[in-house]
Structures are given as structure tokens and as C-alpha cells.
């Protein structure tokens, strides 16, 4: 499934990234990468971008990049 | 005493700023947000028999990034001229500081590690075993904590006395260790140079080199670090179930809630507008008369100067300098520490993240609200932070827009403005009142600015993919008093200075302008009249167009200078109250139309000479500084003209 259908609360494993270089290497600093256990924290009131939290850090990306991320629950 | 140098490393927001302040006493300010450090910061300390030189490097994730200040950090390491490197990781985020270390370690063996925040890391139910990391390692690792200062002294100890390097081997996969291997034989380059040399494409003429260079990708490199971190951490890091910060907990709820988020934003703004416009009266007025009561005895004692000399320097410099600092001094040192509090607090992110999709539509990102609220403090401080923005071309957005939020310059003509012409009673229900309707205004520059940004986006500039990954770091408390002040030393006193050096010799022009005759009128009135239909069209007059254009260095001296245009004085003069202000404008058919017109024409206008100045400065193009000063003037033209109409209706 992707990443952006995560309910809040929500748990996944990255399995693929379909991202530019750029995002990937910004998304790979905040630990996002194949293997990861990624958790929807919350979103903002106009529903993107959506927080997520890998191990301790919590961080922010828009529905439209979490969308070419693929998870399995 | 021998001397030796040492360098800071780390991720963004691991506390490094904070733990290089505490060893050096400097003090530079800390925030909670990335990206604060932008050059290399350096101090002395003395420890014992050695004088260290400490380097505070920008934060980054790797030595591979991509953003300018990244590469400064990356550049001096892997230049590896220093006796030694501390790299500074997060001890309730160590799988992603490991990275760095790692990196680190493939450049320099001279390696001190710092797990920072371990107290928060101990609160949150992170255990870490940190004599098995250093046996993995081989190399030192101390815990610390900036906040409680613990691990200082310990840190210090084993700076002067490490003197061993790390013996610890790296391993990548095989065709890379065989490229190292080759880097290492034949240029003595160290794993980390080696890399570096096979991604920036550098003038070597090696044939194995280009080999390598079509073999490894970025992504090899990268893959290879994190599959290292994996093994090392996972034995290293218990997390027992971990617990959020309660903090944390209630304000991501209420800041990612449909119903409380932006009232809650609107309410802090408003907080913050209104203590800076209540609290800032008194210390305004106190000021005022202690400066103008140095005006006689400085007279007296400056009496021997001839009058064409003196009273140019003391009623036009001098008393513009005065009414400038003394109208624009409290409001700031009220602002600036209010706005760093909440900044160190964490808050800032969050409002980034709440408010990226209208920022989206328009084209940039949530970032830009950032930019925004520094601009509420000043123009060019925001224009400043627009370097955060992830692109070029959303930058240029933030930067083009920023003019729309008005500056402490110009809240305190706006607030006696309202409260003249809007608010009838001065208690504090009043202030509530001014505090509302000023917000009020924010809000329509904030529409403008959203308008300004989609439409320059549209039109003017290239299309660039859209990009927004924010990190939203957990909520610390803030060190009060050291946030105050870092904020007033330099925020506040950075922007005051600014402000003198240029009301200074405005207020001689003023002054000059204002008394050299040429038949029968001074050349302010000639202006005046000249400008006067012109005025009439927006709803204005000339004396108001001609005070905007006199505030250009300035914008504290709109009022000041408008009085002196409607008495047809010689000098800048106080009114006794708002009440008398208040009569010489309706004496000079001021209308309400004429004050709201005023106000949006504060709102909209060319920005400051400083703010000016800074965008010459930040994008280097004349064409953007004059779409700088000609966007906001024609709005502003436009908005006049449109409320003059509806009013002739009426």
C-alpha cells in the first residue's frame, strides 16, 4: 500500500521509494529508507502534509510524496 | 601552552550550537529549528595546558549534502586540518547521528563522540549502551547534556588528553573497499576523500578513477553507511517502549486539529501583537522625554558651533535619530525575545506544517509563514530568512512577498492611526480593540501576500519541482533569560543600528529641505503642492505621499515628518497628544476614508532602504529589487483607488 493511506497511529515497513534524488537523499538523512518502520503521526488540519515519526525523529512530507512511498503494514 | 584546534560536527538540532556555547562561554544564539547556523563559528578556550580553537560547523545529516551550508561543514572536514573532530550525536536519535559518525570516521581516526541530550534520551526510555558503542567504535564517547551541563569538564579532559586515534575499520562492499584501497596507495586519500573525489568530478587524470566514478552511484555510497548504521545500532539501542513527551502529545493534537489550529496560530500572533503594542507605550514615552530633555543642555554646550551648523545637526539629525529609537526600541525588544521564545519552544515548525497547503497552491511551501512572521519584526530580517526556502525559485517568493507583512516601523503610525480614527477609549478594552483591528491588517497583507506569491508564480518564474520535507523537532523549553538576550543582542540592537545610521542623515536632508526657501515656500512645500493631486486620486494628499517618500530610509518617520509637512515648521515636532494630532489632521480635511487609505498604503508600499538594501543583496538582480519596490507601490495604488471610489458613492 502506500505510505500516504497510512491511518494515524498507523505502522508500516518501507519497502520501494519512487522519489527524485533529491527528496530520496532528504527523506534518507530523516532515516526513511528501504526497511524502516514508519508511523503517521498526525496530519495538518488541510489533511497534507502529513507527519510521520521514524525511530525518534518526526518529520513532515506532503500526501503527494507519501503517496510514492510504498508500505507494508 | 600548546595550541590545537578542534571542530564541532552533527546533525541539525542535536544541541551542537548549545554545547559549543557552554565550553566556549560565546554566545551565539540557539534555536530549535534547522538550519541556524549558517557560517563556521569559532572560539578560544583555554583548558589546562592547551588553547583550543573551536570550530562550530553548520549542521548536516552527511558529508555528502547538497545545501550551501552543508558543504561548508563537509568541505573543513575533509580537509582534515584539526587535531580533532567532535562529532556531536543525538542520544534519542543515534540510528540517524550514526551516519555522520561513520562518515566521520572514514575521513579522520581523531574522533571524540558526544551523545547529547542523553537526560531527554533517559526521560523518553532510550537506554544506549555506550561502552559497547565505544568498543565497536574505538574511539571516546561522552555523554552530555548542554542543558544540565553535564559531560563538559569530562569532554575538555579527553580533548587534551586523547591522544591515540580510532583503529576502527570501516567495510564496504568489495568494489568500493578495492577503489579505497587504490585511493589509499597510490594518494594516501583517507575512505571519506576517496568518495569525495569520485562525486565531485575533481580535475583528476586517473583512467581507474572514472572507472570507479561509472561504477559507484551516490546511492552505493549511501546504502553502504546505512547498512553499517543498521548493524552497529541494533545492539546498541533499547528502546522500552517509548514514551511521547505529554508536551508533545497535547500540542501535535491541538496543532493537527481542523477546529483549534488556526485560531491557535491567530491567538498567538495576537498575543504577541498586543504585548508588544500594551507594554511598549510607556518605555516609548519615557525615553522620548529623556531625549528631548537633552536637547537644551546640548544645545548650550554645543553653542560655540555656528547656527547653520547646529541646528541642521540638532534639530534635524538629532531629534530624527531620537524620535526614530525611542518610537522603534521597546516595540522591538518586546518582539524580537517574544518571537525567539516561541521559536526555541519548537513552535515555528509547526506553524510551517500547518499552513504548507494554501502555501502549496500558491506555489511555495509552508516555509514561507517563517519567513513571514520574522518580516512582522522586521522586513529585512525576513528577506534575510528566506534562505531557508528549499529552492530557488520559492525563495525568490518569499522574498518578493515579505514587504506585505508590516514591520514594527510600521505598527506604531498604524496603532495611533487607529486608535485616533477607529478606537474611542484608551483602556486596556481599547488596546485589545487596536491590537484586533491590527491584526485585522495582517490578515489583509497576508491575503496579498498569498495573491502576490500565486500570481508571480504563475507569470514571472521557471517552473521548479515543489519540495517540502520538514523535520518537526519535539518541544524543548526554552532558556528564558539566554533567548532574551541573544534576541535583543542581535536581532533588536543589529536592526536599531541600522535604523541610526540612516535617520541620522535623513534628519539633516529633512531639515535642509525644509529650510532653504525658494519664493516664499520651503522645497518640502513645493513637493507637497507638486504631489498634491496625485494624493487626492488615492484619497490621500500630497503631504502623505511626500511623508512615504521621506519615511524610504525609515519608515518610524512617516508621522513625524507629515506633522512638520502640515505645520510648515522648520524641524520635526512632537504633538501633545494623540487628541492634538488628531486635530491638526482633521484640520487638514482628514477624513476616515483618508486614515483607512493610510493604512493600506502603509501596508503596501516600497519597502525601507535597509530592506531594499538586503534584497540588492540576497538576489543579486536589479530586476528583482525593482519588482521589489514596484509590486507592492502599485497595489497599494490600486487599493486606494478602489476605497476611494466605493466612498464617493457614498
Not at chain 1, 31 to 49: Q, R, Y
Amino acid at each position: 500500500m502506500k505510505c500516504s493511506e497510512l491511518q494515524i497511529g498507523e505502522k508500516g515497513v518501507v519497502k520501494n521509494i519512487w522519489l527524485d534524488e533529491v527528496k530520496k537523499a532528504k527523506l534518507f538523512h530523516l532515516g526513511l529508507v528501504k526497511g524502516a518502520l514508519i508511523t503517521c503521526k498526525f496530519k495538518s488540519p488541510f489533511k497534507t502534509p502529513i507527519a510521520y515519526q521514524i525511530n525518534g525523529c518526526v518529520f513532515a512530507m506532503r500526501d503527494t510524496d507519501a503517496s510514492c512511498i510504498e508500505v507494508e503494514k | 601552552m600548546k595550541k590545537r584546534v578542534a571542530c564541532l560536527i552533527g546533525n541539525p538540532n542535536v544541541g551542537k550550537s548549545s554545547l559549543f556555547n557552554m565550553l566556549t562561554g560565546s554566545m551565539q544564539h540557539t534555536g530549535n529549528w534547522t538550519g541556524k547556523t549558517v557560517a563556521n563559528e569559532k572560539a578560544i578556550v583555554e583548558y589546562k595546558d592547551t588553547i583550543w580553537e573551536l570550530v562550530d560547523l553548520p549542521g548536516t545529516y552527511s558529508l555528502m549534502g547538497e545545501s550551501a551550508e552543508e558543504k561548508v561543514a563537509s568541505a573543513f572536514v575533509l580537509k582534515n586540518a584539526y587535531d580533532v573532530a567532535i562529532v556531536v550525536a543525538d542520544a534519542t536519535n543515534l540510528e540517524r547521528s550514526m551516519e555522520i559518525i561513520l562518515e566521520v570516521l572514514d575521513v579522520t581516526k581523531k574522533v571524540i563522540i558526544c551523545l547529547n541530550l542523553i537526560d531527554e534520551a533517559h526521560k523518553r526510555n532510550i537506554i544506549i549502551d555506550d561502552k559497547k558503542l565505544a568498543t565497536i567504535l574505538k574511539c571516546p564517547i561522552i555523554l552530555t547534556s548542554a542543558k544540565e551541563k553535564k559531560g563538559l569538564k569530562e569532554l575538555l579532559e579527553t580533548m587534551n588528553t586523547y591522544q591515540s586515534s580510532s583503529s576502527y575499520q570501516s567495510k564496504h562492499p568489495e568494489c568500493m573497499e578495492r577503489f579505497y584501497k587504490y585511493m589509499q596507495n597510490k594518494y594516501h586519500f583517507s575512505k571519506g576523500q576517496s568518495w569525495h573525489i569520485l562525486e565531485t568530478n575533481s580535475s583528476f587524470q586517473d583512467e581507474v578513477i572514472s572507472f570507479y566514478q561509472k561504477m559507484i552511484s551516490k546511492e552505493m555510497i549511501r546504502e553502504s553507511y546505512h547498512e553499517m548504521n543498521k548493524n552497529i545500532v541494533k545492539d546498541i539501542i533499547i528502546r522500552k517502549g517509548e514514551k511521547e513527551k505529554k508536551e508533545d502529545k497535547i500540542w501535535n493534537f491541538l496543532f493537527s486539529n481542523r477546529l483549534t489550529s488556526i485560531p491557535l496560530l491567530l491567538i498567538f500572533l495576537f498575543i504577541i501583537l498586543w504585548l508588544t503594542i500594551y507594554l511598549s507605550n510607556i518605555p516609548s514615552e519615557l525615553l522620548f522625554s529623556f531625549f528631548s530633555f537633552l536637547e537644551k543642555p546640548l544645545n548650550n554646550i554645543l553653542s560655540f558651533l555656528p547656527s547653520w551648523l547646529l541646528n541642521p545637526l540638532l534639530y534635524g539629525g538629532y531629534r530624527t535619530l531620537y524620535w526614530v529609537v525611542s518610537v522603534m526600541l521597546p516595540p522591538m525588544l518586546i518582539f524580537f525575545p517574544l518571537f525567539s521564545l516561541l521559536e526555541d519552544y519548537g513552535l515555528l515548525p509547526r506553524i510551517a506544517f500547518n499552513l504548507d497547503k494554501p502555501f502549496q497552491k500558491c506555489g511555495s511551501c509552508g516555509k514561507q509563514s517563517l519567513t513571514m512572521c520574522m518580516g512582522l519584526g522586521c522586513n529585512a530580517v525576513g528577506v534575510t530568512g528566506a534562505r531557508i526556502m528549499e529552492n530557488k525559485k520559492m525563495r525568490l517568493l518569499a522574498i518578493l512577498t515579505n514587504v506585505f507583512m508590516p514591520c514594527n516601523g510600521r505598527f506604531p503610525a498604524m496603532i495611533s492611526m487607529i486608535s485616533m480614527f477607529f478606537i474611542k477609549d484608551s483602556s486596556i478594552v481599547g488596546s485589545l480593540m487596536s491590537a484586533l483591528i491590527l491584526l485585522g491588517i495582517i490578515l489583509l497583507g497576508i491575503a496579498l501576500t498569498f495573491f502576490v506569491t500565486w500570481l508571480l508564480n504563475k507569470c514571472l518564474l521557471k517552473e521548479e519541482k515543489p519540495i517540502f520535507i520538514l523535520e518537526l523537532p519535539s518541544f524543548r523549553k526554552p532558556k528564558i533569560w539566554r533567548t532574551i538576550y541573544f534576541s535583543i543582542k542581535e536581532k533588536a540592537l543589529h536592526v536599531l543600528k541600522r535604523a541610526m545610521i540612516i535617520s541620522f542623515p535623513t534628519g539633516i536632508i529633512i531639515f535642509l529641505l525644509a529650510n532653504i526657501k525658494v519664493a516664499n515656500a520651503s522645497l518640502l512645500q513645493h513637493a507637497c503642492l507638486f504631489l498634491n493631486d496625485f494624493g487626492l486620486i488615492l484619497g490621500l494628499d500630497g503631504a502623505i505621499i511626500l511623508a512615504f517618500l521621506l519615511g524610504l530610509p525609515a519608515n518610524e518617520i512617516v508621522i513625524p515628518v507629515l506633522l512638520l509637512l502640515y505645520n510648515g515648521s522648520s524641524m520635526l515636532t512632537d504633538y501633545e497628544s494623540l487628541q492634538s494630532l488628531k486635530n491638526i489632521l482633521l484640520m487638514h480635511n482628514w477624513t476616515i476614508l483618508t486614515a483607512i487609505n493610510f493604512l493600506i498604503f502603509s501596508l503596501c508600499h516600497f519597502p525601507c532602504a535597509t530592506t531594499l538594501l538586503t534584497i540588492k543583496k540576497e538576489t543579486n538582480s536589479s530586476f528583482y529589487l525593482f519588482l521589489s519596490f514596484v509590486i507592492p507601490t502599485i497595489i497599494g495604488i490600486c487599493l486606494c483607488f478602489i476605497t476611494t471610489f466605493l466612498f464617493s458613492f457614498k
